[in-house]
Each structure stands twice: as C-alpha cells, then as structure tokens.
C-alpha cells in the first residue's frame, strides 16, 4: 500500500520527493487493507526498524525506495499464488 501511493502520487505529479502525507489512521489502513490494526501496527513498526520507510506524524518518508518495491513485488506474486490456489481448491 506504502508504495502504491507513491507510485500514484508521483505519477501524477503530486509529490517530487520520497515523502508524503498519510492522513490514515492504523485502523483505517487496517479496513482499506482487511487487516487488524495489530498487524498493522506490527508490519509499520518493521518496515521501521529494517529502515524501509520512517513514519512520523501522518508522514511517510520511503528511505529504501528499492527494497519497498521488492516487498511490494513479492507480496502481489504471494497474493496471486495463494488466491489462484484457493480458487483452484472450490
């Protein structure tokens, strides 16, 4: 999600640098992405501390631009796997 609105912000020209404003809170992020609050709070607070990204109030600054696209990569590849099997199972 991180990167997805950056790759949207930027390609719309409305931020120039790898900073920009999250006015969500973590329960709403939790409901845009159906996820708990918890484990949004425990996936931000990894992204921090492997310096991915910095978020300080409602700013999220993207400090390894590279490594956020591969975890952005990765999670649709896992995504896509785990929905085609599930669908291949019904």
Do not use: W
């Not at 931020?15 to 973590?26: M, R, V």
């Amino acid at each position: 999600m991180l990167f997805d609105f950056y790759t949207r912000l930027r390609r719309k020209k409305l931020i120039t640098a790898a900073a920009y404003n999250l006015p969500l809170t973590q329960i709403q992020i939790g409901n845009y992405l159906g996820l708990t609050a918890v484990h949004v709070n425990r996936m931000l607070r990894s992204l921090c501390d492997e310096r991915i990204v910095q978020m300080e109030k409602h700013c999220v600054t993207i400090l390894d631009l590279e490594g956020l696209r591969n975890l952005a990569q990765h999670e649709a590849i896992t995504d896509t796997g785990e929905r085609a099997l599930s669908e291949a199972a019904d």
